[in-house]
């Protein structure tokens, strides 16, 4: 089926290991993002890639970095991880234009302990 | 700075009511504005996308309205059902930017 996928669903960190979470759509989309959601906080956008070759901060980008690494795919990286950092983490993409909304991936749940 | 709000947090309902969700932002320069359904432990489902030219869209038994002078969107639910419990959220595009800003969106439980 089309759409946004993340790789991996679950995963578990002790504090200062690093990993990096993928996400890749089969949509065509030029743009894509990276959100977390915290409890009591609703998403908030870490960074994004308006198309393919760019990338750009969003609120919440310290501790991250992105590679925008073809039209496809867009991964987000932590280099050394830390307990603030657990949270569900969303891709999202979409076209490129003001009349389109995004599409949501299925979220990984990463825990830092 | 844009800021989206979700009033109220969490809404229970037995079946079969009609119910209305809402959300208000800031800034009434937006693009466009979507709502989104999530499941507990799930991605974030589409349901609507409002163009900021827009009045209303409808799908099924959902109709969401937009008045961007006031900042205001809601989204009706007609004939409640268990399986419309979730959480709904909002997110609005505002103008010149490529991201949504979302609220923090509505627990809504319907009772059988």
């Known amino acids: 089926n089309a759409g946004v996928t993340q790789t991996p669903k679950f995963q578990v960190l002790k504090t200062g290991q690093s990993m990096t979470l993928q996400c890749a759509q089969d949509m065509n989309h030029n743009s894509m993002y990276w959100y977390r959601q915290d ?3 609703g998403l908030r956008l870490i960074y994004y890639s308006a198309s393919e070759g760019t990338t ?3 609120e919440v980008p310290n501790g991250y970095n992105v590679s925008r690494l073809n039209k496809r795919e867009f991964s987000l ?5 830390a307990p603030s950092q657990t949270s569900v983490y969303f891709c999202a993409s979409s076209v490129v234009g003001v009349g389109y909304g995004y599409t949501f991936g ?8 | 700075k844009q800021e ?5 947090a969490a ?3 037995p079946e079969g009511e009609n119910l209305v969700l809402n959300c208000s932002f800031t800034d009434s320069a937006i693009y466009n504005l979507q709502w989104f359904r999530q499941d507990p432990g799930k991605g974030l489902t589409s349901l609507l996308l409002i163009q900021s030219s827009q009045r209303e869209q409808t799908s099924g038994r959902l109709n969401a309205s937009l008045d961007k002078s006031s ?3 809601t989204l009706y639910i007609a004939a409640s059902q268990p399986g419309d419990s979730a959480t709904y959220l909002c997110a609005v595009r505002a103008s010149g930017t490529y991201k949504y800003i979302f609220g923090t969106g509505t627990r809504l439980k319907v009772l059988a």
């Open chain 2, 71 to 73: 900042g205001r969107s």
């Open chain 1, 106 to 113: 299925s979220g990984t749940r990463l825990t830092v302990v």
């Open chain 1, 39 to 41: 409890p009591g906080m």
């Open chain 1, 56 to 58: 750009d901060k969003g």
């Open chain 2, 11 to 13: 809404l229970s309902v």
């Open chain 2, 4 to 8: 989206v709000t979700q009033i109220p």
């Open chain 1, 77 to 81: 990286r932590l280099e050394s991880a």
